[in-house]
Structure formats: C-alpha cells, structure tokens
C-alpha cells in the first residue's frame, strides 16, 4: 500500500485521514481502525464431512491469531436429537489449544460410531489482537459432520462357505481400515464336525498374524487336513486406525466357515540364474524361488558339475550352513532356496546344476515331492569372463622396455584392487625378482581402469615376465574379478638401459621474468624421477655485478626438494631476494641425476642467461610526515607514511626510532600493533600513521623500518623498508600551541537537548585534565550555578584522546536554558611542557535549551467537536515519540452521566498505537466498540506515557473538559483513497496484485464482482466474485485482487466494480459506489522484460596456436593430434553444425611423453549438456551428465583416443541451451577451459578450447 504523505494538519482531517494515517505509520499491522473480526477459514473436520475419526480433536483454522475468552463455551451437539453431548470452557488450556490462528478443540469422550454431530460456539469466544471478536456459530449447519462407520470386514480368503480351500494355505481378513492387533484377544479354528477346537492364535502373536494396513493374514501352525472348519474372533482383537472402533467380532458358527481340500500338486519353481543365463558373477548364489512354501529334506542332495561333467560341489539340501529357506511372496506363501557353494565359481566356465528328487517338499498333510533336476540341461549357466585388461605397458614381446620405467594395464572398464592378492615379476631364469600387493598403494595406483606398478627398484637390461594372481582386481561395473595371468608368455618383455639424461624445463619463475615475489620459491622440473647429488651447489647471484647472493647444495634437504615422478624441484633460498632486483641461477652438471641402473646427470646451466630474472619493485612510499630532512616537526605529532596501494601489516616486522645523537633506539613499535600503528586505506593509496607512546623531545631523530613490513594489497609486494639512518629523518620542535576546543556537544545555541545528554568538548589534539579546575554548568535565566565538576573527576569526566566527556549528577530541567564555563587551564596537551586550554569565562560561548518534554500538540476529535464519527479512533498528536507505561490507564466516559465505557491500559497494544508521521508524533487509542452517538470525554493518568528524547512524563488529563466532544452516526460511504496499479499506470506488472484503498475500514458483500476487462475489445478478462477469499483479500481497508493468472505484458486493461461490492462498519452500513467506467481505473502493463537472444562469439583466447575445425553431421574431428596431445595453452576450436545426426568429439592421447598417470578430465560446471536428435522425428534425450551449476566428471581420457558422448548412446554430448557455458579440462596439473556455446538461430554448437 502508497504511503500516506499528506501533512498532519488537524483542524482539516476526517476520518478518511486519520485512520489513513496512522495505518500508514503502523503497516496496517496492529491499526484496529483497519482490523476486522476473525472469522474461520477451515473447519477440520470439514463442514458435512463424513467418515470423521471419533476420538479425533477438532480444528477451526481462522484468517488471524486469536485468544480464547473466558465465560465463553464450545458445544458438541448430537445431530438426531439436538442432545448436548459435551460442553467446553473456551479457555479452558487443558481442552482447548490455541496457537496462532489454529484453535484445537480436545473433547473428553470418544464420539459414537456412524453418528450425527455438530458444533456451536458462542460470539466472543476468540477474539484477535484489535479486540474484534470471533462471531461464533449458533445453528445446528455450519460445523457438522458424521462420524465413521467402525471398523468392519469386507471380504474373507477363503470366502464364507468356498469348498475348495487349498489345506496349507493363509486365512485373510480384509477391513474397511487399516487395523491393529489387540493384546489379549484371540482367534479360534474350529472343526465343523465336532466343534473341536483345532487351534487359538492370539491376535497380537505377529508369528502367526500379520497386520498389513487394513489386510489381516493367519498363518496356522499347521495344514488343515481336509475337512469343514469355521473361525471365531474376539470382539476388539483389532482396531481401526481411523476410527478408533473395535471390530465387533465372529460369535457364530456361520459368519466364517468353509471346506479345505487336501493339497496334492507338486512344487514349482524358477531358477537364478536363469537356465542358459551367461555372464554370471562366479561368487553370486544359486537361487531356486518355490510357488508354495517347501522344507529341505535330508538324505537329498544338490549338486554342481562343469559343463564337461566334472564335479564341482555336492550339497545337501538341508546343510543349513549352505542351504537357506527364505520366506517370500505376499505374505510369506512361498519360499525361496538359496544355495551358497562352498567356494566361488571358476570365470567364463559353463555349469550345471542338478537337485535330488524329493530334496525340498511342501507342507501338504501328505508332503508333495519337488520333483528335481536330473539333467544337464534345465540348469545351465556360463559365468563372467571377468575384468579383462586392453592393453599391457610394455605390450607383450616388447623388446625396448625402459629399465626404470612403470608398469600398467589398462582395463574395459573401472576397477578396484583387492585385498590377499598379488603381483609379481619374475627374470627369464624364473628368479622371482619381486612381489607386490595389489593393494599397496605406495608401489600400485588405480586410476579408473589403469593400473600402474612402481617395482622398488629398476629392472635392470634383461627379459622379464609378470604374473598377477586371479580377482587381484574387480570390475566397478561388471562386478567380475580379473582372470589374472598364471603363465610366462601373456605379460613377457625386455628391458633397455635408460640412456637419455633427464632435461629441465617449466622453471618458475620464467627465464626473464619481471614483477617477481622476493618470497616465492624457484622450480623446475627434469621430466622424469631423479636424486640430488652430494657435492654439487645451486648458485644464485645478482645480475649487476655477478655478486652470489646464495649457494645451496643439492642435496640440502632444508632448502631443495625433489619429488615426484616429473622430477619437481623446488628451491627455498634462506633469505627472501631484495625487492626491485635482477638475479639468475646456475646449477653444477650432475646436480641431479635419475634413476637409471647407471645414472644419467642433469647437465646443468653455467650461464647467466638460461634462468635469469627481476624481482617485484615492492610497495612504493609517495610521501611521508614529517618529509626527509624536516625540522620543525612537533614533539607530540604521529608519524605518517604514504603509499601509492593499499597496504596490509606484516607480523614480526618492526618499525624502529632512534636519537640521531646517540644512534640509541628510543622506541621499537611492531608493525602489526594496531595500537599504536593505524593503516587507513583508500583506492589507490594507503596511509599508515605510527603513534610512538611517548613525545619525541626537542632533538633529531631517523627511523628504520623492515624489509617487508607492509605489504602491498594490489601488487602482493613488499615494502623494501628503510636500513639507513638518512632516508627518513628529521628534528623536532617544542609544542607551544594551546589545545583549542574544535566542536561542542551539544552545539552552541542548540535546542530541544534531552536533559539527560551528556555534555562533550572535541579538543584539536590530545589533553589530559588538572587537578583542582572546575567545569561549571548555570542557568542561563538567572545564571545560578546548578552543579561544579572537578574536571579530573573521573566519576563526571572522562578524558579519550582529544575528546572531553562531561556527565552531571542529575539530569537538567526540561524547557530550560544553560551555558558552560571552564576554568582556564582545566586541561592541557601532552606536550613536554604541557600546554593549558584558555578555558571559558563568559555565558555565550557553550550555551543551549533542553527539551520541553512531551506535551499534547492537539486532539483528534478536537476537544468540543460534535460531529465525531461513531467508528473512528481517537488520537493525541504530541510534541516528541513517547513510550506508553504499564500500570497507567486511559478512561472514556459517557458526558450524561459521567459513566464509565471503557478503561484501556496505556501499553495495550491492542487497542493503543504509537508513532510518528509527516515529522508529528501521535499516541491513537482504538476503543473496543463504536462510540454511539453521545457526548463523552477522556482522562488519561499523569505519566501514562514518556517522552523518548525529553525522557519526561505526560501530565495526562483529569477533568471532564479538557477532552469532550460529540459523536455522530457514520453516514458516509467508503471512498477510494489509492489504487495499485494507478489510473492510467504504463508499466504495470502483470503478476502483481490489484489494490484498492479505502478511506475506511470494509467488509465484501456477497453476490457482487470485481471484473477486469481488456480496453482492446471490452472482453473480460475474470470476473472474480468480491466474496471470494481465495482471491480477494479484505484487511481493514485494503482489498488486494489476486487474479487466477497473470495478465499478459504489453497490453491495456481497465477494471470495474460492482456498487456495494464493499461496504463500511457502521451501524447501519454504507455501501462503496463502485467503479462502472472504462476510464476510472485503467493501466498497461509492461512489455516483457527477458531480452532478445544474440549469439555469443566464440573463438579462442589461449595462448597456443589456435586450430579451427567444423564437422559437418555425422562427421568426426580431433581437438590436436597423436603427436600434440591436448594440453593447457593450447588453443582448438571445434564447431558441431546441428543437422539430422550429431557429430564425433575424438580426443588424442593426453599429457606429455610416455606418461599417463595424469589425465585430461572433462567436466561440466554450470550448464546443461544432452543429446541431439538423431531426425527431426526423434525424442531429444537428456544425457544422464546434465547438471546445473556443479562440476561433473563427464569424460576422463588416459590414453588413445576417446568420443565425448553420452553415457547408453552413440549420440555425441552437446551442450544444451544458452549463452557462455565453461567446461574444464585438467591436464598435468594446469587448467584450461572449453567454452560452450550455442547459436539459438544457426542451431551451432561451439567448443573452444582455451589457456
């Protein structure tokens, strides 16, 4: 809702104003002038529901919180004969809960089954927070509802009177509810013939009976042999879940009564694996699933032959260690076998199972044999051929096997090392040369499907041959275990010295680098495993004069690490590198040799030009105070340095002073201290101020700051520091200036001062206070001295730096003028010989007037008017907010005969509102009933409320004059304060609600419609009834439209409103005239605001050379080639055209060299990918890969080449929708990006490949 603006002038409001006013200040949230009386949006159970629980609570949901009202009852009443079956106190806490706007309602007794009720409330029982009270419901239709029928059965299994029930089966009851077993009830099995009884079950015995919802099953402890029985059930074995109700139970003889037959058919079952099944994992169980419930008969075996008739395992059938009987089916009337053999089957071997006749049979009074397998062929299964491995490194016969080089296998899917199993390599005389765990982390890595092993020592020139025991690995996918290799010939090769002396390159940072960190470490790497050599040196020296800065061994471990097998080394010089300096490195041939049988050496750089580089200039000073040289610097100033980026401190850094005399430290300060060193900065530039703890007396002084003890936040540089005693020194001089009051507090002149504000003084350097001074406050109309402060009295003053805080014992009069005097050198600076501040001696240099505390500006109605509307609240506009106090009542009283209406607390929330609007102030009291037409008057008790800024009480009325006035009855019809969207309103939204804002409080009126009509044609557009509430909502005097869609965008409506649509709260209501014209309330909407597509552009931003490909439908291309394997900084592009079938993205052979261990990881991070059509007939399918914002491993490529498609398909992954999307490719530790995009008018899809 608008925000009511206009100016709080009294003598011109109406009703329309005020009550506009104050819901303006307070929401609408609290304003009683704008509440209406709850009323109940649900009624749980529904209004004529039937099937109601009857031990259920019942729930009105109203359309506001509520409370419950003492002397104000519930009724439950019976609907045949109006009989009171229950009456509740509604506040009654232990019966009747009231959360929110929920009220539940807890009756005593549990209601009658298939029974008639209804609910009366009486008017007032709940009211909400404006004391508008709930209207009650006193007829026998608006809350009534039947209750359940009970719990009853709907059919038997066997039916009442089946001839045929098979004698082993289950006996079913099925309810009309779900139900729950009863302890201490039983069902009873009776023999026809002679009422014997066969056998008792008690109900809650969950061996024999199940409960599943509203079904319940028996399951006898034994078959009924042929014959007739009939059931008995106790009444209340079970409950209804809904209803509550007890089933009423079987007495007779007749109700459940049927013929069992006796059960001669053989048993059944279905095999898994399934006859002829192949792949079969060789650990998973054989698993026979019977149609009937079985028992494994001893002396009958099962038995497990290879395909050639060799004989694996015989089992008997009741070896329950390896023989398992599972109940299964609905309700456990099957049974499933489950064979476990003693050890797991043999890979990719054909097998046949055979089962003894007679080995299971079922629970029959005469058992019925299975009648078993005696062939080779019902049962017949071929196990998994097993993880199988694609390629070997070294391949088979290789003959140039590097010495040092790993070994691995790749696999046809992803695996897992196993645990007892092992590797091992044997030499061609047989010699085991050494065995390694499968699962030996350190000397075996599992990346996906490639397995790669680190033998502890190199394989020396010779043949070689490997063995690897079987299940040493198992497929992810397939679950199968590797066959493994048990002879000398599938993994035999030979080994070659390694001759080729490793070669560096990456050095970190770059040869003729600039810009570098004095800190950073130096890297490179050798390209394969290497270790540093005894006796050799890494030499650092500085380009200008060749001077050696460092000379590291090689084999210092503290300073050189080698690691990994790249050979990375890493150099940490022992000292950080001077800022703004050339260097270059030389390194000793055989430095570092590999691991070869005869190692080669690194030959190493004796140059100055191979590795050479500059490091970073640091943070740079623009200027400082005092400047280099000064001297007249005063004895009592800061310190300031500036510089030309914003600047962080460095702990363990410090900032020294020393006496230029004596070359003494006077003070050393940490240049983190923030308590004494102060970094302000802003863009660009940074300001960092060194407050010493004491004066620098009259003398000259320099000052020495560490290398690095700023560094610079732009640049990540540091401060070169200052190690001289002449780049920064200066002279002091005496401070003879007297510290001089810059600001007063309050301001000279100032008024409405809340008497209770301390009084400060802002001096222009730091003071402390002297002994035996006084600040001194009088009176400005008499100049009496009201109180006399020793300004070192810490009780009453408070000295911080350069600001003075004065707080006088008691709080000053309201509405009263002051001035300040100090004595002269009350305070004085710091400086070596302190300074006194002059002080003032006169009334008009600090002087102000306090607030005149809360006082009543004016009343709403006026006192003495006489046509005050009966439904308006009254109000009190006031100089200054106030804070209503408990305990302090606000009176209203009929003027006739001084009688009482109405005594409201003056901190009711509910009927008292507070606030401020249009710069008044307003304290509005809403009385719980219309003020009929009368005279009356107000009283309000001194101090029931006090001012917030004067901190003073209310004087409050009391007589019968001072506020009286005259009410009328309300006559006038609601009018339109502000609609949203505005007439004529161009930018509407279309999803927004419509507004209307009434001048009063309303109600809607049934029958009656707001229509919204297109201004194009005048058709409507709905048509909503002004009653409903799911689409009109009625607070106060805000109706809010919601329509059932939006309107369209870009397009001109108008709305009307039937006349009596809404109507006032008077007494005799006054109805809204409505809105009839095409013009009154009209406005456009706004055009759609989501912008046109543009293609974005593509293309690459690496660093390589970039390579452009299109491949037409169908097609296939490469991102680089066999012998430039795909890399970061290399830069391809490849652009799929869309057409009838998608496109092939082959990848090479990833990382550099012979190395696979690292490989290139596509991943989508925050865009769609799926697949294209195959022709314009087809479904587009979504790859299983889409996400949305997370990064997901799409496609990883270790070696040869890979297509990028989606999972199940032979359609290539593309990338879906719009705009810049990102893949990241991962290769040999770096980055590089894959920008997706796709043209929605070409239908291009474009992967760039960039650094």
Request: hydrophobic share 40%; aromatic share 8%.
């Amino acid at each position: 809702m608008k925000s009511n603006t206009r100016k709080a002038t009294t003598n011109k409001w109406q009703r329309s104003a005020l009550a506009l006013a104050v819901a303006s200040a307070l929401g609408l949230g609290t304003n009683a002038a704008f509440a209406v009386a709850p009323v109940v949006n649900t009624y749980s159970p529904a209004d004529n529901a039937t099937g109601a629980g009857t031990t259920y609570s019942l729930q009105l949901t109203f359309d506001q919180n509520v409370t419950a009202i003492t002397g104000k009852n519930i009724v439950i009443k019976k609907s045949a004969d109006d009989s009171v079956v229950e009456t509740i106190a509604a506040d009654n806490t232990s019966r009747v809960s009231v959360s929110g706007g929920k009220a539940t309602i807890s009756h005593a007794a549990t209601l009658g089954l298939s029974t008639g009720y209804y609910v009366q409330i009486d008017a007032g029982a709940f009211r909400n927070a404006s004391v508008e009270d709930y209207a009650g419901i006193a007829d026998a239709t608006t809350w009534n509802f039947t209750t359940v029928a009970g719990a009853t059965v709907t059919s038997y299994t066997p039916a009442n009177g089946a001839t045929n029930f098979p004698e082993n089966d289950k006996l079913f009851l099925y309810f009309s509810e779900a139900m729950t077993a009863a302890a201490g009830k039983n069902l009873t099995i009776y023999k026809a013939s002679d009422n014997s009884v066969v056998e008792t079950v008690a109900a809650n015995d969950t061996t024999k009976v199940t409960v599943s919802g509203s079904t319940v099953y028996v399951k006898p402890a034994a078959a009924l042999a042929a014959g007739g029985y009939y059931v008995q059930i106790d009444a209340g074995a079970f409950t209804g879940n809904t209803s509550s109700a007890s089933y009423a139970g079987i007495a007779d003889t007749t109700t459940w009564a049927f013929t069992s037959i006796a059960d001669t058919t053989a048993p059944t079952t279905t095999l898994s694996p399934a006859d002829n099944a192949s792949g079969v994992t060789p650990s998973a169980n054989l698993v026979l699933s019977f149609n009937e419930v079985v028992a494994a008969v001893a002396g009958k075996n099962i038995t497990i032959y290879k395909s050639d008739g060799t004989l694996v395992e015989t089992i008997a059938a009741n070896n329950t260690g390896k023989v398992t009987l599972t109940p299964a089916g609905f309700s456990g009337n099957s049974t499933d076998v489950t064979i476990n053999p003693t050890a797991d089957l043999a890979f990719n071997t054909a097998y046949y199972v055979q089962i003894d006749s007679g080995a299971f049979v079922d629970t029959a009074t005469t058992p019925n044999a299975y009648a078993g397998i005696a062939d080779a062929t019902t049962w017949n299964f071929t196990t998994a051929a097993g993880a199988t491995p694609t390629s070997f490194s070294p391949a088979n016969g290789a003959a140039n096997f590097v010495e040092n080089a790993n070994l691995s296998l790749t696999f046809g899917e992803n695996v897992t090392a196993v645990t007892g199993k092992n590797i091992r390599v044997y030499n061609s005389s047989n010699t085991l040369i050494e065995t390694i765990a499968a699962n030996d982390t350190t000397k075996v890595m599992v990346s996906s499907g490639t397995v790669t092993v680190n033998p502890a020592a190199n394989l020396p020139a010779g043949s070689y041959y490997v063995q690897i025991d079987a299940g040493a690995f198992t497929g992810n996918t397939s679950g199968a275990g590797y066959a493994g290799i048990a002879d000398t010939m599938t993994w035999a090769f030979t080994s070659v010295a390694d001759t080729t002396v490793p070669a560096a390159y990456g050095f970190t940072p770059t040869d003729n680098a600039a810009g570098i960190s004095p800190t950073a470490n130096l890297s490179f790497s050798l390209g394969e495993p290497v270790t540093a050599v005894a006796g050799k040196n890494i030499v650092i020296k500085k380009s200008s004069d060749n001077s050696v800065v460092e000379s590291i061994a090689a084999n210092d471990t503290a300073k050189v690490t080698v690691s990994g097998s790249k050979g990375a080394i890493t150099i940490n010089p022992t000292t950080d590198l001077a800022f703004g300096t050339g260097y270059y490195v030389q390194i000793d041939s055989g430095a570092f040799v590999d691991t070869a049988t005869a190692p080669n050496a690194y030959a190493g750089i004796a140059d100055a030009t191979t590795w050479n580089f500059t490091t970073a200039a640091g943070a740079t000073i623009t200027g400082s105070t005092p400047t280099n040289g000064a001297i007249n610097f005063s004895e009592t100033a800061n310190l300031v340095l500036n510089f030309g980026e914003g600047v962080t401190a460095v702990t363990g850094k410090n900032i020294k002073i020393y006496k230029a005399s004596d070359n003494s430290v006077v003070e050393t300060i940490a240049a983190g201290d923030t308590s004494k060193v102060t970094i302000s900065s802003s863009k660009g530039s940074a300001s960092v101020t060194i407050n010493p703890a004491a004066n620098l007396p009259v003398g000259s002084y320099y000052v020495q700051i560490d290398a690095g003890a700023f560094t610079g936040n732009t640049s990540s540089a540091g401060y070169a520091g200052i190690a001289d005693t002449t780049t920064w020194a200066f002279t002091t001089v005496a401070d003879t200036a007297a510290p001089t009051a810059s600001s007063y507090v309050p301001a000279d002149n100032a008024t409405a001062i809340a008497p209770g504000a301390d009084l400060k003084l802002y001096f222009n350097e730091a003071v402390t206070a002297v002994a035996g001074k006084n600040v001194k406050i009088y009176k400005a109309s008499d100049n009496a001295l009201v109180e006399s402060i020793a300004a070192n009295d810490t009780a009453k003053v408070t000295v911080s730096g350069s600001k003075v805080t004065i707080n006088p014992a008691a709080d000053l009069a309201l509405s009263t003028g002051y001035y300040m005097q100090i004595d002269s050198g009350a305070f004085v600076d710091t400086a070596s010989t302190p300074n006194p501040y002059a002080g003032i001696a006169d009334a008009t240099t600090w002087n102000f007037t306090t607030a005149a505390g809360a006082t009543v500006t004016s009343y709403y109605p006026a006192n003495g008017a006489t046509n005050f509307p009966e439904t308006a609240g009254l109000v009190l506009w006031l100089s200054e907010n106030v804070t209503p106090v408990a305990g302090k009542t606000i009176r209203i009283y009929k003027s006739s005969d001084n009688s009482l209406v109405e005594s409201i607390a003056a901190n009711d929330t509910a009927k008292i509102g507070i606030g401020s609007l249009s710069g008044a102030y307003y304290l509005a009291i809403w009385p719980s009933a219309t003020l009929a037409p009368g005279g009356y008057y107000v009283q309000i008790d001194a101090g029931a409320a006090v001012g917030a800024v004067s901190g003073a009480s209310y004087a409050g009325i009391a007589d019968a004059t001072t506020w009286a006035f005259t009410t009328v009855a309300d006559t006038t019809a609601p009018t339109v304060y502000s609609l949203t969207p505005s007439n004529s309103a161009t930018s509407a939204q279309p999803g927004a609600n419509l507004v209307v804002v009434f001048s009063e409080k309303v109600t809607a009126v049934a029958g009656k419609n707001v229509t919204i009509k297109k201004v194009s044609d005048g058709s409507a557009v709905e048509t909503i009834a002004a009653d409903d509430t799911s689409k009109v909502t009625v607070f106060g005097g805000t109706v809010t439209i919601n329509p059932a869609a939006d309107l369209a965008y870009s397009t001109d409506y108008y709305v009307t409103i039937d006349a009596g649509a809404f109507v006032d709260k008077a007494t005799t209501p006054n109805p809204y005239a409505g809105i009839s014209s095409a013009i009154a309330w009209k406005f456009t909407t706004q055009a759609d605001p989501t912008p046109a597509y543009t293609p974005p552009s593509s293309g690459s931003s690496s660093s390589g050379t970039p390579t452009t490909t299109t491949v037409a439908p169908g097609g296939t291309s490469t991102i680089g080639n066999t012998s430039t394997p795909v890399e970061a900084g290399e830069g391809s592009t490849l652009t799929v055209t869309d057409g009838t079938s998608g496109a092939t993205i082959n990848l090479p052979t990833p990382s550099t060299g012979s190395d696979t261990s690292k490989p290139v990881t596509f991943k989508i991070g925050g865009m769609d990918m799926g697949v294209k059509p195959l022709d314009s007939g087809s479904v587009v399918k979504t790859a299983t890969v889409k996400v949305n914002g997370a990064d997901t491993t799409v496609l990883t490529v270790t070696a040869g080449k890979a297509e990028m498609k989606a999972s199940g398909t032979n359609q290539p992954l593309m990338a879906l929708g719009s705009g810049d999307n990102a893949v990241v490719v991962s290769s040999s530790g770096a980055d590089a990006k894959v920008t997706a995009s796709v043209d929605k008018t070409t239908g291009v899809t474009s992967l760039t490949l960039a650094a």
